[in-house]
Structures are given as C-alpha cells and as structure tokens.
T-cell receptor
Framework: DVKVTQSSRYLVKRTGEKVFLECVQD?????MFWYRQDPGLGLRLIYF???????EKGDIPEGYSVSREKKERFSLILESASTNQTSMYLC?????????????FGQGTRLTVV | AQSVTQLGSHVSVSEGALVLLRCNYS??????LFWYVQYPNQGLQLLLK??????LVKGINGFEAEFKKSETSFHLTKPSAHMSDAAEYFC???????????FGSGTKLNVKP
C-alpha cells in the first residue's frame, strides 16, 4: 500500500518561530509537492521538487522554503511563522513520466500560528 | 497555463438523488484530469482520472466522469447519492511541467437523509 506520511497531524507554533514540516514517501517517486489548503481557495502549490536537491517555486512560495536531501523526504520550512500561515498543509508525491500519473497525498498537517 | 474552475462551492442533494459536480479546465496542452475526494481532516484520495484512453471514466464508489473536449469539461456524476458521499471534492489538471497538478477550489457535497 502506497504511503505518504506527514510527521504531525496538528501543530501549534508561536509567531516568529522557525517551523519544519516533514514528509516521507515510500514509493520511490521523483516528484514531491507541498500544498496549502484554505477554505474556498482549494489547494495552492507552495513548492515542488522533481529530484533530490531540485526544487521549483509554486504559486505562493513567499515565506516558505524547502529541502530535499533524500529522494523519499521533502521538508517545508517556515522561516519565521506568521499568523497568516495558519492553514492545512498537504504533502504529495507522484511518479515522473510524460504525464497522467496521479498524486498521492499525506494526511495533512493543520498548523496554527498564535 | 493550466487551471481548473469548479462551479458551486456547496452542493446539496437528497440521499438516492443524482450527484453532479462541475469542473471546467483550461489547458494549452492535452490535459490529464483528476477527481479527488477529501473527508474531514484527511488527505486527498483519488476517485478517478482521465488520461486520454476513454472519454467516460469510471472510478471508485460508483462515481464516473466524462471528458468533453468541446466544452473543456470533466464533470463528476453518481446516479444515486449515499450519506457516505458527503465530503469535499476537488478537480485537478496536469499536463507538462513535470506533472505539476493544479486544483480547483473544491465543492462540498452535503447529502440529506
């Protein structure tokens, strides 16, 4: 059974803290993604990675960075958390090919910044 | 550029009634289209996908979707709603660009007894 695992289901952090969200996949997928989900806005892509140490900005990268040192792990970093980063964060992975393969999602991390 | 529009942020149907969730896409390349379902406090689960093999695609839990190129649509249907279908549904498109996925804003389906 394919699996994408996010390290925390719920997190509460203080404004200004550096926050790490971790994601691990066991499917040997090349692509990994971080999305942010807010009511009425759907899923918005923050960053994605198509290979180890390779990354590309998504639609809303401001205030975030990522790290992919190993193929199976993709970390999202909030350099200095702010209250407007309170949201649900979803990690996903997919196989790279010419197209048509689906993304597999983790359970999500609900982050609250106070 | 690729994008997805889902018409109706909330849809309410009675149990046993037809479910119709609308999705229109914009893509400059032949698209790959997906429907996902999300139950409360869960991640997204794939319902079905279109990859150009057949225009009518059948998925899990009795859902199906039809790709209509002339209408740039990929609407999701189910003949008879069940209470367990209550969830949020997302349409997504991917194409070129290393399989990036672009999601619609979601439609919450409510099923009334």
């Amino acid at each position: 059974d394919v699996k994408v695992t996010q390290s925390s289901r719920y997190l509460v952090k203080r404004t200004g803290e550096k926050v790490f969200l971790e994601c691990v996949q066991d499917m040997d997928h090349e692509n990994m993604f971080w999305y942010r989900q807010d009511p009425g806005l759907g899923l918005r892509l923050i960053y994605f990675s198509y290979d180890v140490k390779m990354k590309e900005k998504g639609d809303i990268p401001e205030g975030y960075s990522v790290s992919r040192e190993k193929k199976e792990r993709f970390s999202l970093i909030l350099e200095s958390a702010s209250t407007n980063q309170t949201s649900m964060y979803l990690c996903a992975s997919s196989q790279y090919n010419t197209g048509g393969t689906e993304a597999f999602f983790g359970q999500g991390t609900r982050l609250t910044v106070v | 550029a690729q994008s997805v529009t889902q018409l109706g942020s909330h849809v309410s149907v009675s149990e046993g009634a037809l479910v119709l969730l609308r999705c229109n896409y914009s893509s400059s390349v032949p698209p790959y289209l997906f429907w996902y379902v999300q139950y409360p406090n869960q991640g997204l689960q794939l319902l079905l996908k279109y990859t150009s093999a057949a225009t009518l695609v059948k998925g899990i839990n009795g859902f199906e979707a039809e790709f209509k190129k002339s209408e740039t649509s990929f609407h999701l249907t189910k003949p008879s709603a069940h209470m367990s279908d209550a969830a949020e549904y997302f349409c997504a498109v991917s194409g070129s660009n290393f399989n990036k996925f672009y999601f619609g804003s979601g439609t919450k389906l409510n099923v009334k007894p």
